[in-house]
């Protein structure tokens, strides 16, 4: 199934692709960059412990809502109108301390989905539609049912979950590209995040551009170049967009 969200390096074109390097069964499923969950809601449901983790508050709980009160989130987005004055209002809106999680997560859906390439800064201004998606709720909620949902900073997350029979999937910030991302992400934090994996008893799988730095810091793993089509056109004018997958197993 697809993904409810726009998301900044949603795995939309690569998904199937990575599912490709996944081991046939795990025991745990663990996306330590969860985001818009698109390898997530692509894959078999084949473990019997599944979480999503996502660092960015808004981002948990939306993810929250849609799992546990999908049908209250569907009315208070079923009137939703697209346009730049609701766009703005409901962004401007997003600070207020007095939403309740609902009404919060029903305002930074409609920004993410209606933002220029989901980055909750300016209006996309092409025709959007919602209502398919609002009507799915329900559909992605029974399939985040079982699904453990977590905020947590992944140097605490891998080490909760981590077992010999557990597989980590990590999207992290691109490196040299974290600019593109909400929150920060330095290179110190690519440091630790290969730290973190360094230790796990788990097997791992990661996404990243394909750079010298992170093929360098990498390099005792398997590392399986790809390609696809470019999206991300402020970044680089190439049509196509390098970017490796790396194992630990």
């Not at 208070?76 to 600070?95: V, Y």
């Amino acid at each position: 199934m697809n993904s409810f969200m726009k998301w900044v390096g949603g795995k939309y074109l690569l998904r199937h692709r990575i599912l490709e390097e996944f081991p046939q069964t795990v025991d745990s499923y663990v996306e330590v960059f969860g985001g818009a969950a698109w390898v997530l809601f692509a894959r078999q449901k084949n473990s019997s412990m599944e979480v999503y983790n996502d660092i960015n508050h808004d981002l948990v709980n939306l993810f929250r809502c849609v799992k546990y009160h999908a049908e209250e989130l569907q009315k208070e987005l079923q009137w939703c109108l697209i346009s730049r004055e609701e766009f703005m209002k409901a962004k401007e809106e997003l600070h207020s301390p007095y939403l309740t999680d609902i009404q919060r997560a029903a305002r930074f859906f409609m920004v993410a989905r209606c933002s220029f390439g989901a980055k909750m800064e300016t209006f996309n201004g092409k025709r959007v539609s919602l209502g398919n998606v609002v009507k799915d709720l329900g559909m992605f909620s029974e399939r985040l049912r079982a699904t453990v949902i977590e905020q947590l900073d992944f140097e605490k997350l891998i080490p909760l979950y981590d077992a010999k029979g557990t597989l980590f999937y990590a999207d992290p910030p691109y490196f040299d590209a974290e600019g593109y991302y909400t929150g920060d992400f330095g290179r110190e934090d690519h440091l630790r995040l290969k730290a973190s994996l360094e230790k796990a008893e788990g097997k791992f799988i990661l996404t990243y551009n394909d750079c010298p730095y992170i093929r360098n810091l990498y390099g005792d793993y398997r590392v399986i170049p790809l390609e696809r089509q470019n999206n991300m056109t402020s970044c680089s004018t190439k049509r196509c967009y390098k970017e490796i997958i790396i194992k630990n197993f």
